[in-house]
């Protein structure tokens, strides 16, 4: 099964090849901490933009290797796209923006991104 997700004026919609995740992440550092997003992560090859890539604007600091996307239109970040520990493209999906995902059921994992 895939799962669909979304911003909130539907102009960056996108669906991911896996089973709608159970777990998340929640991180302290400095845009985590003001934007709260509940971090899944994928890889390229299972994830799919639907719409045009014009709709989406994209953030970077510190190190660059994190487009922090968010909508044009009504900014809202539903996934970002960068390089992972491993050196591999990742995809981190806000699970906040994901359909059909039940928030408070979700297992949280706290990284301390404020430290790294
Ligand atoms: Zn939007």
């Known amino acids: 099964m895939s799962f669909t997700g ?3 004026c539907g102009a960056i919609s996108y669906t991911v090849d896996e089973d709608a ?5 929640a991180c302290n550092c400095s845009i985590c901490r003001r934007k709260a997003p509940l971090h899944h992560f994928t890889t390229p090859d299972k994830f799919a933009l639907h719409g045009s890539r014009d709709d989406v ?3 970077k600091f510190n190190h660059h290797v994190i487009g922090h996307h968010f909508c ?19 995809v981190e999906i ?3 923006c ?12 706290h990284y301390d991104g404020a430290s790294h």
């Open 94 to 96: 806000n699970l906040r």
């Open 72 to 90: 044009k239109t009504c900014g809202i970040a539903p996934f970002a796209e960068g390089t992972g520990p491993d050196g591999k493209a990742m």
């Open 98 to 109: 994901a359909d059909g995902v039940d928030l408070d059921a979700l297992e949280i994992t």
């Open 21 to 25: 995740p159970t777990k998340a992440m």
């Open 6 to 8: 979304s911003c909130h």
């Open 57 to 59: 604007a994209t953030y």
